[in-house]
């Protein structure tokens, strides 16, 4: 289901930058918002949250400014990613890198943790619509690992445009008739399709170098061995084909190593898991020895080192965040309703 996130108008608009974050900031990040009010005032924007991501649709007749600053950022340093499609009328981005403009049918990309400032601007008929998803940076670099620059925009023309969008508008309209799992994997199929798109449009060509494709290749070995408690460089380079020495080389170049790749992604595995399950679905133990650690005593000393608790800790703060949030997205619709 979605809930109205703000609705301005020429009775509230002056309000409208204490409001567009919703009613408990949860949206977006801190910047500078207005509305011209020389034109008709009317700008709604409706969101639907799934799981770490939002989707919000907006909808104007008014132009409106957005800008943020390096003081906001240290003042709310909110890292997230806003990914749009822009439907009627333009957005302009002014960044450091100089202004792009995003008209009707393009995608853009701007960044929270980078300053810039935007200018939506309604069509000839007076009318204005964009349809993002808001993604936290540190979800969406499991799909792109390199940078995209803020006011990075392109036509979202072709098939798998068209795809990754008709994905988002599903859930978006979908009225609550999928699971937030169910959901969630179609967000995450979209971001995919975007990020290959993405990283074709950053190559020129859509070519990866050699080393690009070795490195592909080693990650997905990976992937796939990361359950395996004898997981080694010996064995990843025997399997891919090259030496030792040449695959620690690839994952220095992309700014990691060998242990801390594998620690990392078995320890965001394990803390999905225990997001997700209960300990009657599935025991702390368990969950260690299947994402590949030798003792359960390791997986939790190492848990709580990154994360701060203990998987017992964690899973339990996990389920009582997913409870709250279901509680408030009930309250919301029984508002809604009463309305």
């Known amino acids: 289901m979605t809930e109205l996130l703000f609705s301005f108008n020429e009775r509230n608009y002056r309000d409208c930058e204490q409001g567009f974050r919703g009613s408990n900031n949860q949206e977006y990040?801190?910047?500078?918002?207005?509305?011209?009010?020389?034109?008709?005032?009317?700008?709604?924007?409706?969101?639907?949250?799934?799981?770490?991501?939002s989707l919000v649709r907006v909808k104007a007749r008014s132009r409106q400014f957005f800008r943020r600053s390096w003081a906001h950022i240290r003042e709310d340093a909110t890292d997230?990613?806003?990914?749009?499609?822009?439907?009627?009328?333009?957005?302009?981005?002014?960044?450091?890198?100089?202004?792009?403009?995003?008209?009707?049918?393009?995608?853009?990309?701007?960044?929270?943790?980078?300053?810039?400032?935007?200018?939506c601007v309604p069509d000839h008929e007076s009318q204005h619509e964009v349809f993002h998803l808001i993604v936290p940076t540190h979800l969406?670099?499991?799909?792109?690992?390199?940078?995209?620059?803020?006011?990075f925009s392109l036509p979202a023309r072709g098939r798998q445009w068209a795809l990754a969008e008709r994905l988002l508008c599903d859930v978006y309209d979908g009225g609550g008739e999928l699971s937030e799992a169910a959901e969630r994997v179609l967000v995450e199929s979209?971001?995919?399709?975007?990020?290959?798109?993405?990283?074709?449009?950053?190559?020129?060509?859509?070519?990866?170098?050699?080393?690009?494709?070795?490195?592909?290749?080693?990650?997905?070995?990976?992937?796939?061995?990361?359950?395996?408690?004898?997981?080694?460089?010996?064995?990843?380079?025997?399997?891919?084909?090259?030496?030792?020495?040449?695959?620690?080389?690839?994952?220095?170049?992309s700014g990691t190593s060998f242990s801390t790749l594998v620690w990392e992604q078995r320890l965001k595995t394990a803390s999905r898991w225990l997001a997700t399950t209960e300990p009657g679905d599935i025991s702390i133990a368990e969950i260690a020895f299947r994402v590949g650690f030798k003792s359960?005593?390791?997986?939790?000393?190492?848990?709580?080192?990154?994360?701060?608790?203990?998987?017992?800790?964690?899973?339990?703060?996990?389920?009582k965040a997913l409870e709250k949030q279901h509680q408030e997205m009930f309250e919301a619709s029984v508002s809604g309703t009463l309305q």
């Open 140 to 151: 969406f670099r499991q799909f792109l690992s390199h940078d995209i620059n803020t006011g």
């Open 80 to 119: 997230v990613m806003v990914l749009w499609f822009v439907k009627r009328g333009c957005l302009a981005v002014s960044h450091q890198s100089g202004q792009s403009v995003a008209e009707a049918g393009d995608f853009a990309l701007t960044r929270s943790m980078t300053p810039f400032a935007m200018d």
């Open 190 to 253: 979209a971001l995919g399709l975007i990020a290959d798109l993405l990283k074709e449009c950053s190559d020129g060509q859509g070519r990866q170098s050699l080393s690009e494709q070795r490195l592909q290749e080693v990650l997905r070995y990976i992937e796939v061995r990361l359950s395996d408690p004898k997981l080694s460089t010996a064995m990843v380079a025997e399997a891919c084909g090259i030496s030792t020495r040449y695959l620690s080389h690839l994952l220095k170049q």
């Open 29 to 53: 990040y801190l910047g500078e918002y207005s509305i011209d009010a020389d034109t008709v005032v009317d700008v709604r924007a409706d969101k639907k949250a799934v799981g770490p991501y």
């Open 296 to 319: 359960p005593a390791h997986f939790s000393r190492l848990f709580k080192r990154v994360y701060g608790k203990g998987p017992r800790e964690y899973r339990i703060a996990s389920r």
